[in-house]
């Protein structure tokens, strides 16, 4: 029944095993030629368990004793092998050793792992030289440990083996060995700090001790440097407590700033070291041992060859284990020293490598080195920062001010691309984390930053926005050619811009590279999801522009793939694609914000994402899928606004229009570009909720409307003898259902809108230079809605009346027809007065709404009046003509 | 899964009572509480805190604010604010308590150290109610004077900011005319909805973005407690009269209603007014509590009364519906915390002390994983096994050299035990040949002779 079975079988398995035993792993005679081999060996045991004796049951007594037997003469092969005096074959033993740590049943290595780890610890001490073996034996006795913490009952065994591990451990990092042999031994005390803390607490100290003296001396390579750092952060794990905890941070900060003071010599006013010990030290506390003990204290000398180098690796070092400290679990509240650290993070970024006049003492040599080294000590600054914005969540609070000023402050000043993304991407969390009570703040300063960087326009018309998408499409090629020569990572791509700038001198110096830009997208978009509709009045016309040009720009030469970049280089580099999809998403967030006007761009928008859409199988697809989904919601609104005639004060419009008189960040000329430039006269003034209010009678809308709602302009008459649409929101749908009573109410709906049309009249006789069609058609449309969603409720119960429905019908083509001479009219009024809009006009408007209110209030209460609004109709038409030249 | 539990205090002290919502199941009883309304609030889950005023006590000029862990009756910690406390409120993480008090001051603590990080005046008379809005950046109160404000509290620490406003609060509402008497607020953000009600028999619905007033609905009768739907359709007002109406917030304007202007329908069935309402998480029931004692949750969908709590026989204060964590939920802390039980933070402190000391925050950092998540990752010999394969087929890297030089000295040695081998060969042969020429020519030289 077995052989049926295929590669699943069971059976098969310790057949496997003794033939890659046979073949493949080496023996005592013959020599171990191909290490690659074991390559396979592992991938086979992994893939087929073969190390797992676990069979199904049945139980068949000669599997299981074939299985058994085969394991047992490969773990004696392997014992074997790492007795064996060839280094080359002692290390396979090793190797696979770890590999059975894993891979074999609970039993066997409950049975026998005390014989693998005597094995083990055997290669990792005196008289064994070789690096290779003792770093191999260093990752098995790890990973046999690591599985030996899952067996509950083994703990305490477990626990007083790894206390005896921990003195050779020790001995490897103390010894001057290699950085293969380090790393190992580093993750092997991390996993007795994980999983066995107690064995680590008794030599707390000494491991402490021996950890910062490596990182002290200034000879480990960058990877050795980054694990040390690492287990230093988990030391205080090991005893689990607070006071260990906020000791090794006092140490870590203080040291810190003493090699920070080392470092800025000269570069910066002496009291600012002062300054910043007294944030790390607040009066009244004592001051911790040095990090390391005394120890490390006369390794601090910098009389080696590059001390700068050294200075800047180590202060890398230590800002790395504090941000690991911050945001690894831990599993006591720990007092974190906020204010230090915003202090000692304000003093690495302030730091601009200038001397000050007063000092002079320093070599330009020295500060040249200096230089070199600041933008990766303020890259790891501001790690820090993000790492405090992660570590403290809602409980920043108190010190979140510090922090935008801080971040605020150095944006201005920054000018390297990696720190401003990283600048850019603690500002993101900050907002999302802090929410709107700090995004109506600091929106502004965010939004005038961003312009800087996504700086398209600057001294550019129309032209140019095309050589602009050329030129960064070279920039893009060109980066991508350089990747081709050399593998370079985010920052050399970076440093690659001069190359280009051979190209374009003169535009490309002051462009800011993709990354950047992408950073500087995503803080706006995460300002817009925040705070896009509160207080925003001063920036959100401009934010909007922005990003649809953007991202129109970005997706004017179609789309660029994002395989390519993946393909050529391993690391994930900013492609214009990525770009792309930035841009879009900034511009769903600036669309979906409710904001005080109906979305200007979403026309565009939406066509832009359809384009997108069409990408098939890109993220970028898949994003614009999301976006038409999303937007959708706004094109159909399904929920009825808050907001109705009858609330006791309406006065929205009172509030509305401030935009346009407040000041514009920065006084940037491109800003002020939108501003002179044609704006699209039907978004400008239209207010979102007044035109969903209004959408029950779509009529108005059409009126000024551009092409996205002409296909509504069929319908209301179409829906009045086509009772299947009738669940259209529009005024269509209550035609439908109306009976006489409803028809009433909707012809003296449309008896208002005629009301309103005389008012527009009056209005534009009492003051001739505003232009407000929209305002006031908008502010009808409340009461309109409302009536039509009563005839919409109650038609239900009442019979259809097709005669009065086609009434209506003809008479709301009246209205079409003169409400589009309507609006001709206020084109010409807007165009001569177009400049001239004021505060007067609010004023106006007030008047206006009162107005309508009363003659609302008049309609509703006499029914007569309905008729008499009726004939209106057709006597308004020639006075608002009339009205044209008065304007004038 | 989570269990929602119900609880309740009353302005009387007959402590705060426990049930489970949907089997109820009743819980402990916590001891000696006697809370005005919107004084009751649940600190993260974690545990109870409660404002107290007592009329009758001597020591009446100042009230307190109390905790109660999950698993004991009794008061574990007693705090004694300048002021008495009418209102608290705690923000989701439980990291900060913020408490309103009568002289119209706003306190804000920090709960882990209890320290009292700002103060400041809000309101002309004492604080009604106080809630922060879904991202918990803004705190929204109400005071007896009739006003609504709402605060950033990004701004109340922003000393530099706040020098250069006229005024610390972003809004401040003033469209009641008589006391506020709750405030609640829902999602969205910026776009989010304030509801209020006030003793001038209306609900007010505002709008966060714009600031200003969105709805304004009348109702019968004196609304004491609001609670609005998660889904925001519509808001469930408690009146004074013993109906709870129901006001749409998306419906359309209906006229037709009994009740009046937006208020599509009542539940009614109290014989008293009501004085609190809390929802359950999915919306659709509705926990109500009364000046009869009683405590009653509706199906919303049905509108009709499926479970009532007996709370007291004096009125009911406050009602809150919340996710206990389970009981067991220590386990998933560290050793050390589930040894000794999460203790219950310090008393809060009663006046604000030097901002110099406000230097360390103290905070449970990282995610409180489950142990055995950890276990993750962590093999790591098949990778250095790798890398070290990496290293030997690279020719003159230091591990092939090692290996190398390890194996040219075994072959030395085997070479030179070979060279002494044919050496010792050769000079036997030698040996042989010589001995052998020897003889030879003795022989030769014999067998000469003999010729």
């Given at each position: 029944?077995?052989?049926?079975?295929?590669?699943?079988?069971?059976?098969?398995?310790?057949?496997?095993?003794?033939?890659?035993?046979?073949?493949?792993?080496?023996?005592?005679?013959?020599?171990?030629?191909?290490?690659?081999?074991?390559?396979?060996?592992?991938?086979?045991?992994?893939?087929?368990?073969?190390?797992?004796?676990?069979?199904?049951?049945?139980?068949?007594?000669?599997?299981?004793?074939?299985?058994?037997?085969?394991?047992?003469?490969?773990?004696?092969?392997?014992?074997?092998?790492?007795?064996?005096?060839?280094?080359?074959?002692?290390?396979?033993?090793?190797?696979?050793?770890?590999?059975?740590?894993?891979?074999?049943?609970?039993?066997?290595?409950?049975?026998?792992?005390?014989?693998?780890?005597?094995?083990?610890?055997?290669?990792?001490?005196?008289?064994?030289?070789?690096?290779?073996?003792?770093?191999?034996?260093?990752?098995?006795?790890?990973?046999?440990?690591?599985?030996?913490?899952?067996?509950?009952?083994?703990?305490?065994?477990?626990?007083?083996?790894?206390?005896?591990?921990?003195?050779?451990?020790?001995?490897?990092?103390?010894?001057?060995?290699?950085?293969?042999?380090?790393?190992?031994?580093?993750?092997?005390?991390?996993?007795?700090?994980?999983?066995?803390?107690?064995?680590?607490?008794?030599?707390?100290?000494?491991?402490?001790?021996?950890?910062?003296?490596?990182?002290?001396?200034?000879?480990?390579?960058?990877?050795?440097?980054?694990?040390?750092?690492?287990?230093?952060?988990?030391?205080?794990?090991?005893?689990?407590?607070?006071?260990?905890?906020?000791?090794?941070?006092?140490?870590?900060?203080?040291?810190?700033?003493?090699?920070?003071?080392?470092?800025?010599?000269?570069?910066?006013?002496?009291?600012?070291?002062?300054?910043?010990?007294?944030?790390?030290?607040?009066?009244?506390?004592?001051?911790?041992?040095?990090?390391?003990?005394?120890?490390?204290?006369?390794?601090?000398?910098?009389?080696?060859?590059?001390?700068?180098?050294?200075?800047?690796?180590?202060?890398?070092?230590?800002?790395?284990?504090?941000?690991?400290?911050?945001?690894?679990?831990?599993?006591?509240?720990?007092?974190?020293?906020?204010?230090?650290?915003?202090?000692?993070?304000?003093?690495?970024?302030?730091?601009?490598?200038?001397?000050?006049?007063?000092?002079?003492?320093?070599?330009?040599?020295?500060?040249?080195?200096?230089?070199?080294?600041?933008?990766?000590?303020?890259?790891?600054?501001?790690?820090?920062?993000?790492?405090?914005?992660?570590?403290?969540?809602?409980?920043?609070?108190?010190?979140?001010?510090?922090?935008?000023?801080?971040?605020?402050?150095?944006?201005?000043?920054?000018?390297?691309?990696?720190?401003?993304?990283?600048?850019?991407?603690?500002?993101?969390?900050?907002?999302?984390?802090?929410?709107?009570?700090?995004?109506?703040?600091?929106g502004q300063?965010?939004v005038s930053?961003v312009f800087?960087?996504?700086?398209?326009f600057?001294?550019?018309?129309?032209?140019?926005?095309?050589?602009?998408?050329?030129?960064?499409?070279?920039?893009?090629?060109?980066?991508?050619?350089?990747?081709?020569?050399?593998?370079?990572?985010?920052?050399?791509?970076?440093?690659?811009?001069?190359?280009?700038?051979?190209?374009?001198?003169?535009?490309?110096?002051?462009?800011?590279?993709?990354?950047?830009?992408?950073?500087?997208?995503?803080?706006l978009?995460?300002l817009l999801?925040?705070g896009g509709s509160m207080r925003s009045e001063s920036w959100r016309v401009t934010v909007d522009h922005l990003l649809i040009t953007v991202?129109?720009?970005?997706?004017?030469?179609?789309?660029?793939?994002?395989?390519?970049?993946?393909?050529?280089?391993?690391?994930?580099?900013?492609?214009?694609?990525?770009?792309?999809?930035?841009?879009?998403?900034a511009l769903?967030a600036s669309l979906?914000s409710p904001g005080r006007v109906r979305p200007a761009h979403l026309?565009l928008g939406?066509?832009?994402?359809?384009?997108?859409?069409?990408?098939?199988?890109?993220?970028?697809?898949?994003?614009?899928?999301?976006?038409?989904?999303?937007?959708?919601?706004?094109?159909?609104?399904?929920?009825?606004?808050?907001?109705?005639?009858?609330?006791?004060?309406?006065?929205?419009?009172?509030l509305g229009s401030k935009i346009r008189d407040t000041v514009y960040p920065s006084?940037d000329?491109q800003i002020s570009t939108y501003r002179a430039g044609p704006v699209d006269p039907e978004s400008e003034d239209d207010d979102l909720?007044?035109?969903?209010?209004?959408?029950?009678?779509?009529?108005?809308?059409?009126?000024?409307?551009?092409?996205?709602?002409?296909?509504?302009?069929?319908?209301?008459?179409?829906?009045?003898?086509?009772?299947?649409?009738?669940?259209?929101?529009?005024?269509?749908?209550?035609?439908?259902?109306?009976?006489?009573?409803?028809?009433?109410?909707?012809?003296?709906?449309?008896?208002?809108?005629?009301?309103?049309?005389?008012?527009?009249?009056?209005?534009?006789?009492?003051?001739?230079?505003?232009?407000?069609?929209q305002?006031?058609?908008?502010?009808?449309?409340?009461?309109?809605?409302?009536?039509?969603?009563?005839?919409?409720?109650?038609?239900?119960?009442?019979?259809?009346?097709?005669?009065?429905?086609?009434?209506?019908?003809?008479?709301?083509?009246?209205?079409?027809?003169?409400?589009?001479?309507?609006?001709?009219?206020?084109?010409?009024?807007?165009?001569?007065?177009?400049?001239?809009v004021?505060?007067?006009?609010?004023?106006?408007?007030?008047?206006?709404?009162?107005?309508?209110?009363?003659?609302?209030?008049?309609?509703?209460?006499?029914?007569?009046?309905?008729?008499?609004?009726?004939?209106?109709?057709?006597?308004?038409?020639?006075?608002?003509?009339?009205?044209?030249?008065?304007?004038? | 899964?989570?269990?929602?539990?119900?609880?309740?205090?009353?302005?009387?002290?007959?402590?705060?009572?426990?049930?489970?919502?949907?089997?109820?199941?009743?819980?402990?009883?916590?001891?000696?509480?006697?809370?005005?309304?919107?004084?009751?609030?649940?600190?993260?889950?974690?545990?109870?805190?409660?404002?107290?005023?007592?009329?009758?006590?001597?020591?009446?000029?100042?009230?307190?604010?109390?905790?109660?862990?999950?698993?004991?009756?009794?008061?574990?910690?007693?705090?004694?604010?300048?002021?008495?406390?009418?209102?608290?409120?705690?923000?989701?993480?439980?990291?900060?308590?913020?408490?309103?008090?009568?002289?119209?001051?706003?306190?804000?603590?920090?709960?882990?150290?209890?320290?009292?990080?700002?103060?400041?005046?809000?309101?002309?008379?004492?604080?009604?109610?106080?809630?922060?809005?879904?991202?918990?950046?803004?705190?929204?109160?109400?005071?007896?004077?009739?006003?609504?404000?709402?605060?950033?509290?990004?701004?109340?620490?922003?000393?530099?900011?706040?020098?250069?406003?006229?005024?610390?609060?972003?809004?401040?509402?003033?469209?009641?005319?008589?006391?506020?008497?709750?405030?609640?607020?829902?999602?969205?953000?910026?776009?989010?909805?304030?509801?209020?009600?006030?003793?001038?028999?209306?609900?007010?619905?505002?709008?966060?973005s714009?600031?200003?007033?969105?709805?304004?609905?009348?109702?019968?009768?004196?609304?004491?407690?609001?609670?609005?739907?998660?889904?925001?359709?519509?808001?469930?007002?408690?009146?004074?009269?013993?109906?709870?109406?129901?006001?749409?917030?998306?419906?359309?304007?209906?006229?037709?209603?009994?009740?009046?202007?937006?208020?599509?329908?009542?539940?009614?069935?109290?014989?008293?007014?009501?004085?609190?309402?809390?929802?359950?998480?999915?919306?659709?029931?509705?926990?109500?509590?009364?000046?009869?004692?009683?405590?009653?949750?509706?199906?919303?969908?049905?509108?009709?009364?499926?479970?009532?709590?007996?709370?007291?026989?004096?009125?009911?204060?406050?009602?809150?519906?919340?996710?206990?964590?389970?009981?067991?939920?220590?386990?998933?802390?560290?050793?050390?915390?589930?040894?000794?039980?999460?203790?219950?933070?310090?008393?809060?402190?009663?006046?604000?002390?030097?901002?110099?000391?406000?230097?360390?925050?103290?905070?449970?950092?990282?995610?409180?994983?489950?142990?055995?998540?950890?276990?993750?990752?962590?093999?790591?010999?098949?990778?250095?096994?790798?890398?070290?394969?990496?290293?030997?087929?690279?020719?003159?890297?230091?591990?092939?050299?090692?290996?190398?030089?390890?194996?040219?000295?075994?072959?030395?040695?085997?070479?030179?035990?070979?060279?002494?081998?044919?050496?010792?060969?050769?000079?036997?042969?030698?040996?042989?040949?010589?001995?052998?020429?020897?003889?030879?020519?003795?022989?030769?030289?014999?067998?000469?002779?003999?010729?």
């Amino acid at each position: 029944m077995s052989a049926s079975e295929g590669m699943y079988d069971v059976a098969l398995k310790p057949k496997l095993l003794r033939s890659l035993l046979r073949e493949y792993v080496p023996d005592e005679k013959h020599p171990f030629s191909n290490p690659s081999e074991l390559l396979y060996v592992v991938s086979t045991v992994k893939t087929h368990k073969l190390l797992s004796e676990w069979a199904p049951l049945p139980l068949e007594q000669d599997l299981v004793d074939a299985w058994k037997s085969a394991v047992d003469s490969w773990v004696h092969r392997l014992l074997t092998l790492a007795s064996s005096s060839l280094p080359d074959k002692c290390w396979a033993g090793i190797c696979l050793l770890g590999l059975t740590c894993q891979e074999c049943s609970s039993e066997r290595f409950l049975a026998s792992y005390a014989v693998w780890l005597n094995k083990l610890v055997s290669n990792i001490q005196p008289p064994v030289g070789s690096h290779l073996l003792k770093a191999a034996s260093c990752a098995s006795l790890s990973d046999m440990f690591t599985r030996l913490s899952g067996f509950s009952n083994a703990k305490k065994d477990g626990s007083s083996q790894a206390t005896k591990i921990i003195q050779p451990a020790l001995k490897l990092l103390n010894e001057d060995s290699s950085a293969v042999v380090l790393e190992e031994a580093v993750c092997l005390l991390c996993t007795m700090i994980n999983f066995f803390p107690l064995s680590v607490h008794r030599h707390y100290d000494s491991v402490e001790a021996a950890i910062v003296s490596k990182l002290m001396s200034g000879k480990c390579c960058a990877n050795v440097l980054k694990k040390l750092g690492y287990v230093l952060s988990l030391l205080p794990k090991s005893r689990g407590d607070e006071d260990s905890w906020s000791l090794m941070m006092d140490k870590i900060v203080l040291c810190l700033n003493s090699q920070l003071n080392d470092a800025f010599q000269g570069l910066e006013e002496e009291v600012r070291s002062a300054q910043t010990l007294r944030a790390l030290l607040p009066p009244g506390k004592e001051s911790p041992p040095p990090l390391g003990g005394l120890a490390s204290e006369q390794t601090s000398d910098l009389s080696t060859r590059k001390p700068e180098r050294l200075l800047g690796s180590r202060i890398c070092t230590l800002m790395q284990c504090c941000c690991n400290m911050l945001t690894s679990s831990y599993p006591v509240m720990v007092p974190v020293p906020v204010s230090g650290l915003v202090a000692l993070v304000g003093r690495v970024l302030m730091v601009d490598g200038s001397l000050p006049p007063s000092y002079s003492f320093m070599t330009t040599l020295k500060q040249e080195f200096i230089c070199s080294e600041i933008p990766t000590l303020q890259l790891h600054g501001l790690e820090i920062l993000g790492a405090v914005v992660q570590g403290l969540r809602s409980q920043l609070l108190p010190h979140v001010a510090a922090i935008v000023q801080l971040l605020k402050e150095y944006l201005r000043r920054c000018k390297f691309p990696d720190l401003k993304i990283k600048a850019y991407a603690i500002l993101k969390v900050l907002l999302m984390s802090m929410g709107i009570g700090i995004a109506i703040h600091i929106g502004q300063d965010i939004v005038s930053n961003v312009f800087i960087d996504l700086d398209f326009f600057s001294g550019e018309k129309d032209g140019k926005s095309s050589r602009l998408h050329a030129k960064a499409q070279t920039e893009l090629s060109s980066e991508s050619r350089l990747k081709k020569r050399k593998h370079s990572s985010l920052a050399s791509s970076f440093q690659a811009q001069p190359v280009q700038d051979g190209l374009e001198v003169e535009m490309l110096h002051n462009l800011s590279p993709i990354s950047v830009k992408i950073a500087a997208l995503e803080a706006l978009e995460a300002l817009l999801t925040v705070g896009g509709s509160m207080r925003s009045e001063s920036w959100r016309v401009t934010v909007d522009h922005l990003l649809i040009t953007v991202a129109t720009n970005a997706c004017k030469g179609g789309w660029s793939k994002e395989e390519r970049s993946i393909f050529l280089s391993g690391d994930r580099t900013a492609t214009w694609a990525d770009f792309q999809l930035a841009s879009l998403r900034a511009l769903l967030a600036s669309l979906l914000s409710p904001g005080r006007v109906r979305p200007a761009h979403l026309a565009l928008g939406l066509e832009l994402f359809r384009r997108g859409m069409q990408e098939t199988g890109t993220k970028l697809a898949e994003y614009c899928g999301h976006a038409l989904l999303a937007l959708e919601v706004l094109i159909h609104p399904r929920a009825l606004p808050l907001l109705d005639l009858h609330s006791s004060t309406n006065e929205y419009k009172v509030l509305g229009s401030k935009i346009r008189d407040t000041v514009y960040p920065s006084g940037d000329r491109q800003i002020s570009t939108y501003r002179a430039g044609p704006v699209d006269p039907e978004s400008e003034d239209d207010d979102l909720y007044e035109n969903w209010l209004g959408d029950a009678d779509e009529l108005e809308i059409q009126v000024t409307e551009s092409k996205q709602n002409a296909d509504y302009t069929e319908k209301p008459p179409a829906t009045a003898t086509d009772p299947t649409l009738g669940e259209l929101p529009v005024k269509g749908a209550s035609l439908t259902h109306s009976t006489t009573k409803e028809v009433e109410v909707l012809v003296s709906a449309t008896g208002r809108n005629d009301k309103r049309m005389g008012n527009t009249d009056d209005y534009m006789v009492e003051s001739p230079r505003s232009r407000n069609t929209q305002d006031q058609r908008a502010d009808n449309g409340p009461g309109t809605a409302v009536d039509g969603c009563v005839a919409v409720q109650s038609g239900k119960d009442a019979l259809e009346s097709v005669d009065l429905g086609r009434r209506i019908a003809s008479v709301e083509n009246d209205t079409t027809a003169k409400s589009n001479v309507i609006s001709e009219v206020h084109g010409t009024i807007a165009s001569t007065s177009e400049q001239q809009v004021t505060e007067t006009k609010d004023d106006g408007v007030t008047t206006i709404v009162k107005r309508i209110s009363a003659t609302l209030s008049n309609t509703d209460r006499s029914k007569d009046l309905m008729l008499e609004s009726d004939n209106e109709l057709s006597s308004d038409f020639p006075d608002i003509v009339d009205g044209d030249p008065d304007s004038d | 899964m989570e269990t929602e539990v119900v609880i309740a205090s009353s302005p009387t002290d007959v402590g705060i009572s426990c049930w489970d919502l949907h089997t109820g199941e009743e819980h402990l009883r916590y001891k000696s509480c006697a809370s005005p309304s919107h004084g009751l609030t649940s600190v993260a889950g974690r545990f109870l805190a409660s404002s107290q005023i007592r009329e009758s006590k001597s020591s009446s000029s100042s009230g307190s604010i109390q905790y109660w862990s999950w698993s004991k009756p009794q008061v574990e910690v007693r705090s004694f604010p300048a002021e008495p406390i009418k209102p608290v409120v705690s923000n989701s993480q439980g990291t900060y308590i913020a408490g309103g008090g009568v002289s119209g001051d706003i306190y804000f603590w920090e709960v882990a150290t209890g320290k009292l990080l700002k103060k400041w005046h809000a309101h002309y008379r004492a604080v009604s109610c106080l809630v922060f809005n879904d991202d918990e950046s803004l705190l929204i109160s109400g005071a007896e004077d009739g006003s609504v404000r709402v605060w950033s509290l990004f701004l109340i620490f922003d000393d530099a900011r706040r020098e250069e406003m006229k005024h610390l609060f972003e809004y401040s509402f003033h469209e009641h005319s008589l006391r506020v008497t709750d405030v609640k607020t829902g999602y969205g953000g910026s776009n989010a909805i304030i509801v209020s009600a006030s003793e001038d028999r209306t609900c007010k619905v505002w709008s966060l973005s714009k600031g200003k007033i969105l709805r304004n609905v009348v109702f019968p009768s004196i609304i004491d407690a609001i609670s609005l739907d998660p889904g925001e359709h519509v808001f469930y007002a408690g009146g004074r009269d013993g109906k709870i109406y129901i006001a749409g917030l998306n419906s359309p304007v209906t006229s037709n209603s009994n009740y009046g202007l937006h208020i599509i329908g009542a539940l009614s069935e109290h014989s008293k007014g009501v004085t609190c309402l809390a929802s359950s998480a999915d919306g659709f029931l509705l926990v109500s509590g009364s000046e009869d004692g009683m405590i009653r949750v509706w199906d919303t969908r049905t509108r009709n009364i499926i479970r009532v709590f007996r709370h007291t026989k004096g009125p009911v204060s406050n009602v809150l519906v919340i996710r206990q964590p389970k009981r067991t939920s220590s386990t998933s802390l560290a050793p050390a915390v589930r040894r000794h039980g999460l203790p219950l933070p310090p008393p809060l402190e009663k006046f604000a002390n030097n901002p110099d000391e406000n230097a360390y925050v103290k905070v449970l950092i990282g995610p409180q994983t489950l142990p055995n998540q950890l276990l993750d990752s962590p093999y790591i010999s098949v990778q250095t096994m790798e890398a070290q394969i990496k290293e030997l087929q690279q020719q003159g890297s230091s591990a092939a050299a090692e290996v190398d030089v390890e194996r040219l000295k075994s072959e030395q040695v085997r070479s030179v035990q070979m060279i002494q081998q044919w050496k010792k060969m050769y000079e036997n042969l030698h040996q042989f040949c010589v001995s052998e020429l020897l003889e030879g020519s003795h022989t030769e030289s014999a067998s000469g002779q003999n010729l």
